[in-house]
């Protein structure tokens, strides 16, 4: 029997950004392909991946499929850090460009100053998902299929889309995001139902099924087009269901191979593993799967860091799986890291598995402030419960190989200067959206996990809303602290979670990480955003978005706006006395190891630019 592995790469090489050197490590390499694997359903460490054991095998016994794989390396071997750092691809996108460039932002960040590989690391891309789109430099997995006595499994599938701007048809991809992509078994089906709701959590009413139909076996049209907010949901039988879980084992088993092959051998100590928003529920769920384990009992993946993942996981390793989805199967007990007893008396924890085989990987997770409201008002599952009582009225002690932090003020992905309409890709907002910059967060992160692994440093304490000390609290208190700011302010939606990080006289939450721009204000931050009311659902607040509600830059024209806030030009003398008060905080952030030294600079740039642009703003 064949042990479950990395059969064979097939790999191209060039050279990185035209053998351009990147600070001591010099210049690298990029190895681009195919890999292939093997998987045995028998083995231990396998048997948790759903319908496996369903899938057809080879002549050795076991399961194979591919994936799309980059390995960005020194060109030099011995330059390195002698890590791995594998990036969990987002939908098939690469992301450490983004989350870890410094300056750029933005999804279409690109490569340049080499912050990562500056310091050694061999990066990793390896495709995990089944149905992503191929092409356009996104990595994406062939998954075999499981059959029941040599047929096409079928079985009942549930979608929902929230309809952000005109639409008549509702299809399996938007954008590179897919929806649905399980094709339906009769286009002709009855008893397939399409229902509309005016909130994610609200009363859901049906539509006639004689007012909608399948274009095709993957997209459905409804008579008069689809209302702008509403929140459709699409229930029919689909035919064929891929392995959606190999993925977990394709990631493992990579990581396995690049450290322990005979090819690979003794070029790797370590390996850390990042993932921001989608990819960081898949760390969590790798995690509670104990996938960080290969087949022969070595703990392959050291640390991962888990960026605006929240207390989700994803719809990975299910029957008809959708893992770009957020519905319900991402929002399953376990939340914590710490095992803990439900309701239903059901005993388990994101660590549950790895403490009890004894392979606990060193964890930080790392939160925005909208993973607390707007991302959590999808379905109602905030941050905080990751780190809450089940009975969500007490904090839950946080394991010693975790730590939790909260960027306050900050939205899912932050948005640039200069201010702009709230046009994000999940919707349009009322506010202009929040751009304060949390990837010096990141950076600081990840090198103090690098410093955890390889040489036990513990990293700074966990910052994060605790009810104990009264920086969580229920959403009316926010609401009766806020300032009267401009426009809707937080709605009433029972899509709003119940408990959010408290905040200050200016709207400003006390808690966890708090930037420079946070601390040394020129506006109201915000991890939320209400839908613009021409996009419908006014009353919702625009997914994983946030909020730049900037101060008046005078008193007078603070007192012809009402604004009780105080004005820019009353909180500072000048430019100059606000700069310096910047500098104190990013320096007691760099004291604290929040922040790095060397991002000080950046920090201070784009405080004097926001200082700039506030305080040219008409009235």
Known sequence: MALMGVVRLELTSTPLLGGKSLGDVGAYEELSGQAFFAVDPAKTMNQGVADLALAPRGADGCVACSADLRVLRPAENGQGNRGIFLEVVNRGASIFERMTEPGAMGPNTRLSAGWL?????TVVSCGWQHDVARGGGRFGLTAPEALENGKQITGTVRTAKQID???????????????????????????????VADEPNGPREAIPRDSWRFVDATQIALEGGFQLGKIYELTYTAIGAPVTGIGFLALRDLVSYLRFSDEWYDQFDFAIAMGASQTGRLLRQMLYGGFCEDEQGRLVIDGLLSIAAGARMTEANWRFGQPSAQGPRSAVFPFTDATQTDHRGNSDGLLKTAVERGKVPKVIHLNTSSEYCSSAAISHISAALSHLRTDEKADVEIPPNVRMYHCAGTQHAASPLPLGPSDVPTGLGVYQPNTIDYK???????????????????????????????TLVGSDAVRRRMPHLPGPGLPTSSGVPDLLPAVDADGNEVSGIRHPDLSVPLATYLGWNPRHPRTGGAHLLVRATGSTIPFAATRRQRLERNDPRPSIEERYSDRAAYLERIHAAATKLVEQRYLLAADTAGVLEASARRYDEFTCLED
């Not at 590989?117 to 690391?121: F, I, K, P, T, V």
């Not at 010096?440 to 090198?447: E, G, L, N, S, T």
Request: aromatic share 12%.
């Open 440 to 470: 010096p967060f990141v950076r600081a992160a990840i090198d103090n996990l690098f410093a955890w692994v390889t040489g036990g440093e513990e990293p700074p304490a966990s910052l994060y809303p605790r009810i104990d000390n009264a």
């Open 117 to 121: 590989l500056e310091r050694g690391y």
């Open 165 to 195: 701007g005109p639409a008549t048809v509702m299809g399996p991809f938007d954008g590179t995001t897919p929806e649905f992509g399980y094709p339906a078994l009769d286009v002709g089906e009855r008893d397939a139902t399409l229902t």
